[in-house]
């Protein structure tokens, strides 16, 4: 059937033979073969190129020191497959329970090669389609007024073939080393080729450029062999546990950082690479220099004349000679194959590795094409996990569904619910989702409301950036008013300089919820969907805009936010007062007697009971409520005395009192907690 | 409120200082006195005088002579003259001769050396005053050093006299000053003591006092009576200066307890004029001992932080609330007093010392004045969500589970097949719905332990997602029943034992049953047939064809799906069906009923076909005529939207009743409402019905109206009558034409939210001006003109940065944002949270 189709889709346009398909994705990495496989889900018209024989090539290179930093959690207690995936970092997402990462590698922090392995079962087991040995070396448009986007895709490979494509998905990874060049960057080697074996670097001297992972993996792995280990890089160190973001320097790798503050001879600099110089005497030790002497230096005159700064700062910090200078910088998105008018520009400031993309992962240039992957990471860069699969697994997701809404009227996959469940639809997904929970701040659950708030409709894992869209995005109507439910860390809780350890930093109070520092799901209510320019003008800080009412359901330690009265009954009283409603569940008795005294029902009995599906409750339920104050027992009522007779509405009344008003010892159980 | 306290102590420095230099005003400060014998010779007998001698030329004490000299006016004030005499040369006297004379001053009544001072006890004016004054009040100020004199001193006062006992560091201080002028003043009334002693003010004071600084007692001693007892002790909360201490001495001599007799608005006691508030307590004639000593109680504890009067209701026309119990009047003009329900003293006293809790409770009360049902906000955190509570007292205990399944991903499938029907309870661990229904669940499974054929099974959603969802299970608690090799029914009924019960033995046979002889078709009317339900007794409904009449038989499979659990039906289309259908005089296609209980067995003829129809037939047939109204089947009958004409009776109704009801209900088949009766015994929320209904309890049996849809009018069948068909129409015609008066209305209300949210939207952001006021509002229009400094601002903003257009804004308005944003992560920030919030302490 793919032959025929491949034969089908041959058409010729100006000599040049093109292989069409509605999508090209570039790339068979975690973000291709996630894209591919949803894809290939829906049924859609598609094909991923790889330049390599397997995918996830770059995987089978790096890290060079072959030890995944991403966790792999084989235990968490509990076998919710939903939660499980937060923590689980490396697996992708597909229906298959054959292809969850804990059944490759036992490890915590598994080798690359299970990665490796990973993805070609992926890709093998749910039978993507995937053209290896294929690398794309050119993009370019072809305008057609019938084409998705006005225009088609128009990609060559090493061979010269031609593909075409409406929709182009790039997950190209981001594969170029970062170089800096200076005086003396020949002496340098590079993260790609410097030896792993530690063997090598037996009493030498090492000084490493760069500070992130990459560069701690190394220095991890020489660190008991050689005479020292400096480090320079223009930044301090981000420590992931102090910043919230997985792609700073992460525990597993600090080894060297342990040696510095404990006076082993490591050592940790700042300074701008572009105002280095390195310099090779004659016995091939490298010296530093400052780029600032070279440019004055005599060219005639020798080695020995270049001054270093040494010489004039005689405890300049780096005056010892270095054996290796290993550069350990990074990578950068490969911005060459695509055609000028693709417009794919570098960001700007600490994003200019990525491609400009806006926050629904369209190129900012091109209309149609998509970035996915890590190199889409510019969306959340240093603030949530979209760089890395745990993160982008989702963000691809919500790529495709925005693609199924654009092209094939495929709205946003959606559930409605009556109003009733509105409390427990928001308890179940911040308990479980993992979308929310890894791409916190990024993805987020909406909920829209229908009129009359009777019922509403529930939308998963929608980026944030583009809420302004919605209705155009998703096909849904937002017409009577939202609920945003994200996921936040305390507003000045994470950062490279914080205490994160400080004394008191969890809050346990629910009315202090806002001030909850650990991640913790947080709930937008607005009446009307926020225009774009109010997105664009939303406060510093906030990853939305000022809603019309907002809710924090208070930090947990076990991130289990089930508790009736410290997370449900809070989140229900806010919705409430949303809605302008009562959301609480009644037994059928009361409701009965609602029906006997009241015109209009609460939702739970309007939605349940009368529609014959009230909750009896068992006995001792019923004892229980009545104990509580919060239901009223007649049984023993003695109606033919002479007790002084209720005024028409004051019964009513009191009972409504009775039912907010429970009994004393339950205020002092509630409050024994903080004790 | 400052301005007014600033003006009421303004005066009473004026007043203080009026009394204090009346004596010697007009007089100048520092005498000048040529030679000793000279000032001798001059001295008055009774006056005081401060002498110093000094040398024409004396280069070397000039200091300690500044501050004597600096010191005579203050001293003036109190009858002391400062002298300073001139030594001559030639002077060789008892203080001009000698050299060490010169470095001190002489205290002189009359020419009598009272006490000389040495240079270093004058070493400012503060100490100056306090020790001249220290001297001369010998017998007004005591000093003790140890505990034994202080009590021999308070033991000698009891019953005569009121103590005033302070500490000071030490002598020649500030404090010391004020403490000597305060002696001064009040020293005849109160009896003044004064130690140095750090280890005496440790005895007598409860907790660990600061020994640095100063503290003054008032004892009051002429109240006490009991010997063994010591003095009750009110303790000068302010810092000890002059005034704080006459504050303090004044209030201390106003009456505990003030009795008030006329509005308070005009009331002006020695606390409001000293800008303390003033607590009323209301009181009546009956409680009024009860009242006095509360009064009295609450006077002790408030004592010199605010007055205490008790006002009595009966002698004064107050137009408040009854229940109001306190009020509070504040020194602050124009502002009203406030009328508070409190429920004990502790609340009077945080109401006094805690200032920003009386706006709180001011503003609550007026919302309750608002609004009568609104509660306070410190409910919020109380649960009033009946079922949850109820789910959550009874999670200790440990369901019988045993008999049901659990069933997992892993093993769902397989144990589908096991059963020839399993019953699924998909649920949740966390929800409280979900949990009640669990535990109707497993009284069912107790009830159906050892029914063949029926596996009772539940899913955790919360452990299995993916299986709920594959399921499309979207809401908690559902119940489907799982049979082989055909689609699964979901359950739509009462969440109540009973219920599930009969839902899970009536789905064990199909639905409509086919019946294959006449004796089958007759034991299922009588309700032998199948064996498996002859225990249960429920409304059958057999469907009668003739074979060709296959469309009405489709009709009627399909509703038989669709009524599946809920409905008895059977259906027979052998050849003898036409002779089956005619013995009930009718001709096929016809449905055969026999109801519950009932020998009859009805026939009706099928005229309409579609599955809609007939489904809706047979749910109106199961409806009984005149029902008994419980709980459960209330819906069934509110269903048809019509006005209840229902009978309340305190338990079965009596026959004759029962017969005129049928007689009407019968008579009108089509009629425009549901007659039916309710059992106070059996539904005993009928009570609660009828409470709100009347005002007075109705003599049962009580026949009321309910329109329940329209209107919510209640009317009461008149008591006077009795209940017969024709009492009961004539009434009801009167009703009609609206000549009966409603006994009540049903309410009308909104289900609005039983309590506020926390408002977390105004906690983050304050309504700074600056900041928009209104929701909706772009805050930037708002922002300052000068982007400040970039050094406050976090790296998790800076990813956002780029991806924004305005990057100068950004970091301005964080300065702009609520107080204490700014200092992200510092010492004053925690310390401002902590005490905000409570936290839990580490784990």
Not at chain 2, 573 to 582: C, G, T, V
């Amino acid at each position: 059937l793919g032959l025929a189709l491949y034969a089908s889709s041959l058409c010729a346009v100006s000599g040049a033979t093109f292989l069409y398909h509605d999508y090209c994705v570039i790339g068979a990495g975690p973000a291709g073969l996630q894209a591919a496989y949803f894809l290939q889900q829906a049924g859609r018209d598609y094909v991923v190129f790889e330049r390599s024989h397997a995918p996830g090539s770059f995987f089978a290179l790096y890290p060079r020191h072959r030890k995944l930093i991403s966790i792999n959690k084989q235990y968490t207690g509990k076998s919710n497959s939903e939660f499980n995936l937060r923590h689980d970092w490396n697996s992708l997402l597909s229906h298959d329970r054959r292809l969850l990462f804990r059944l490759y590698s036992r490890d915590f922090f598994p080798n690359a090669d299970a990665m490796v392995h990973y993805l070609e079962d992926f890709a093998s087991l749910l039978e993507l389609r995937v053209q290896y040995n294929t690398a794309i070396i050119h993009v370019t448009l072809e305008k057609n007024e019938q084409a998705w986007n006005g225009h088609y895709f128009l990609l060559t490979d090493q061979d010269r073939k031609n593909y075409k494509c409406s929709c182009l998905l790039v997950a190209a990874g981001m594969w170029v080393p970062n170089v800096v060049n200076f005086p003396g960057s020949e002496y340098v080697e590079g993260y790609e080729t410097v030896s792993i074996n530690p063997e090598d670097f037996a009493g030498q001297t090492v000084l490493i450029l760069g500070r992130g992972n990459s560069a701690f993996e190394t220095a991890e792995n020489i660190l008991g062999v050689t005479n020292f280990i400096h480090m320079v890089s223009r930044s301090r160190v981000r420590l992931s546990w102090a910043t919230h973001y997985v792609g700073d320097l992460r525990a597993v790798n600090n080894g060297l950082l342990d040696t510095y503050q404990l006076k082993s001879l490591d050592g940790l600099l700042e300074g701008d690479l572009e105002d280095l110089a390195i310099i090779k005497d004659k016995k091939g030790k490298l010296h530093i220099t400052l780029r600032f002497y070279l440019e004055n230096r005599n060219i005639s005159a020798g080695i020995d004349s270049i001054t270093l700064p040494q010489d004039e700062l005689d405890n300049f910090a780096t005056r010892a000679p270095y054996d290796r200078v290993i550069r350990c910088l990074g990578w950068k998105f490969d911005f060459s194959i695509y055609n000028r008018s693709l417009r794919m520009m570098p960001g700007r400031g600490n994003i200019k590795k990525y491609p400009q993309i806006k926050p629904s992962y369209e190129s900012r240039g091109t209309r149609g094409l998509f970035v996915l992957g890590t190199a889409s990471h510019s969306v959340d860069f240093r603030k949530s996990a979209g760089g890395f699969i745990h993160g982008f697994r989702y963000t691809t997701r919500a790529v495709h569904r925005l693609l199924e809404n654009r092209h094939h009227g495929v709205p946003w996959p959606s559930t409605v619910y009556p109003i009733t469940q509105l409390t427990n639809s928001i308890i179940k997904r911040v308990n479980e989702a993992s979308g929310l929970y890894q791409m916190f701040s990024v993805l987020a659950d909406i909920i829209l409301l229908r009129e009359n708030a009777t019922a509403f409709e529930y939308l998963e894992e929608y980026p944030i950036g583009v809420l302004a869209e919605l209705e155009m995005q998703t096909g849904r109507k937002a017409r009577n008013g939202l609920f945003v439910i994200i996921m936040e860390y305390g507003r000045n809780f994470s950062g490279a300089d914080k205490d994160v350890f400080y004394y008191n930093r969890a809050v346990g109070e629910a009315q202090h919820a806002w001030q909850s520092n650990f991640l913790h799901p947080v709930i937008y209510y607005y009446k009307h969907l926020p225009t774009e320019r109010e997105m664009r003008l939303r406060p510093p800080d906030w990853p939305l805009p000022r809603p019309n009412a907002i809710h924090h359901i208070v930090e947990d330690f076990l991130t289990d936010w089930t508790a009736p009265n410290a997370h449900i009954l809070p989140l229900r009283r806010f919705l409430e007062n949303c809605l302008s409603t009562d959301l609480r569940n009644f037994f059928a008795e009361s409701c009965f007697l609602f029906a006997f005294t009241h015109q209009k029902l609460p939702p739970s009995c309007q939605q349940g009971y009368v529609r014959m599906q009230g909750l009896l409750g068992s006995q001792e339920l019923r004892q229980h409520a009545v104990q509580a104050g919060l239901l009223r027992d007649y049984t023993h009522t003695d109606f033919s005395g002479d007790t002084p007779p209720d005024s028409p509405h004051g019964s009513q009344e009191q009972l409504m009192r009775d039912h907010g008003i429970p009994v004393r010892s339950l205020q002092h159980l509630v409050n024994a907690k903080d004790e | 409120m400052s301005a007014q306290k600033d003006r009421w102590v303004s005066s009473l420095v004026f007043l203080l200082f009026c009394a204090f230099s009346i004596p010697k005003r007009g007089s100048t400060s520092l005498q000048q006195e040529p030679s000793p014998r000279h000032y001798f010779s001059g001295l008055e007998a009774g006056k005081t005088s401060l002498a110093f001698f000094t040398p024409s030329v004396s280069p070397g004490a000039q200091p300690f002579l500044e501050q004597i000299e600096s010191s005579a006016e203050a001293l003036q004030d109190y009858g002391v003259s400062v002298v300073k005499v001139n030594c001559p040369k030639e002077d060789v006297s008892r203080y001009c001769g000698k050299e060490n004379a010169l470095r001190k001053a002489f205290l002189f009544r009359g020419n009598r050396l009272i006490q000389e001072f040495p240079a270093d006890a004058l070493f400012d004016v503060n100490a100056i005053v306090a020790n001249v004054l220290f001297a001369l009040l010998f017998n007004e100020v005591k000093y003790v050093e140890t505990l034994a004199d202080l009590e021999s001193i308070e033991n000698v006062l009891k019953g005569k006299s009121n103590m005033v006992f302070a500490y000071v560091p030490a002598t020649g201080t500030a404090e010391h000053r004020a403490v000597m002028e305060a002696a001064f003043v009040y020293g005849t009334i109160h009896q003044f003591v004064l130690t140095t002693e750090a280890a005496l003010l440790k005895a007598t004071s409860h907790d660990d006092p600061d020994v640095s600084s100063a503290w003054l007692l008032f004892c009051h001693c002429q109240r006490a009576t009991d010997p063994a007892q010591p003095c009750r002790r009110t303790a000068l909360a302010q810092p000890l200066t002059l005034l704080n201490i006459h504050r303090h001495l004044k209030l201390m001599g106003a009456p505990l307890v003030t009795e008030v007799a006329e509005d308070p608005e005009k009331i002006s006691t020695v606390h409001l004029q000293l800008g303390l508030p003033l607590v009323f307590i209301l009181s009546q004639k009956e409680t009024y001992q009860a009242d006095r000593r509360t009064a009295e109680f609450v006077a002790w504890q408030l004592l010199g932080k605010a007055g205490v009067a008790l006002l009595s209701r009966d002698l004064v026309d107050l137009n408040v609330l009854h229940r109001s119990n306190v009020a509070l009047k504040t020194p602050d003009e124009g502002m009203p007093i406030q009328y508070l329900v409190l429920e004990d003293t502790d609340e009077v006293i945080t109401l006094v010392e805690d200032k920003n809790k009386v706006k709180q409770i001011q503003e609550d009360e007026q919302e309750e004045e608002e609004d009568e049902d609104e509660k306070e906000n410190n409910n919020q955190d109380i649960q009033d969500d009946q079922v949850v509570e109820a789910v959550s007292r009874d999670k200790k205990r440990e369901l019988p589970l045993e008999q049901i399944l659990v069933l997992t991903e892993e093993n769902f499938h397989s144990s589908l097949s096991e059963a020839a029907r399993t019953v699924v309870l998909f649920y949740a661990s966390w929800e409280a719905v979900s949990l009640a229904v669990l535990r109707s669940y497993s009284e069912v499974a107790a009830h159906l332990k050892g029914t063949p054929g029926v596996l009772l099974s539940r899913v955790n959603c919360w452990d299995w997602p993916g299986l709920c969802s594959q399921e499309n299970v979207t809401q908690f608690p559902t119940i489907r029943i799982y049979k082989e090799g055909q689609q699964s029914v979901t359950y739509g009924g009462m969440w109540g034992t009973q219920e599930l019960s009969s839902f899970i033995l009536l789905s064990q046979v199909s639905c409509p049953l086919k019946l294959a002889t006449m004796d089958e078709a007759e034991g299922y009317l009588r309700g032998d047939f199948p064996s498996e339900l002859s225990s249960h007794h429920h409304t059958s409904f057999l469907g009668v064809f003739s074979s060709a009449t296959s469309e009405a038989r489709e009709a009627f499979e399909e509703a038989g799906n669709i009524l599946s659990g809920y409905v008895r039906m059977g259906m027979y289309f052998e050849d003898d069906a036409l002779a089956l259908s005619q013995k009930y005089s009718v001709s096929p296609p016809a449905l055969l009923l026999a109801r519950s209980g009932g020998r009859s067995v009805e026939g009706i003829a099928l005229s309409k076909h579609s599955v809609q129809d007939m489904v809706q037939m047979i749910r109106y047939e199961l409806l009984d005529i005149f029902p008994e109204i419980t709980v459960p089947n209330l819906p069934q009958y509110l269903q048809l939207g019509k006005p209840f004409l229902i009978l309340f009776s305190a338990g079965d109704i009596s026959q004759v009743e029962s017969k005129e009801m049928l007689k009407l209900a019968k008579g009108r088949p089509q009629q425009a409402f549901v007659a039916c009766w309710l059992n106070l015994k059996k539904t005993p929320v009928g009570h609660g019905i009828l409470r709100s209904y009347f005002s007075t309890t109705p003599s049962l049996p009580v026949l009321l109206w309910v329109n329940l849809h329209a209107g919510g009018q209640v009317f009461k069948f008149p008591s006077e009558q009795s209940i017969t068909e024709m009492n009961i129409l004539s009434w009801l015609e009167k009703l009609q034409a609206g000549l009966e008066i409603p006994s009540s209305t049903l309410s009308e209300e909104d289900w609005k939210p039983p309590l506020p949210a926390y408002d977390f939207l105004q906690m983050m952001e304050p309504p700074v001006p600056e900041l928009s006021p209104h929701p909706g509002d772009s805050p930037t229009q708002h922002l300052p003109k000068n982007p400040g400094g970039d050094t406050a601002r976090g790296d998790t903003a800076q990813g956002d940065t780029a991806t924004r257009e305005e990057p100068s804004q950004e970091s301005t308005a964080e300065e702009v944002g609520s107080p204490g944003r700014d200092l992200r992560g510092t010492a004053p920030r925690l310390a401002a949270r902590d005490k905000q919030g409570k936290r839990h302490s580490e784990l």
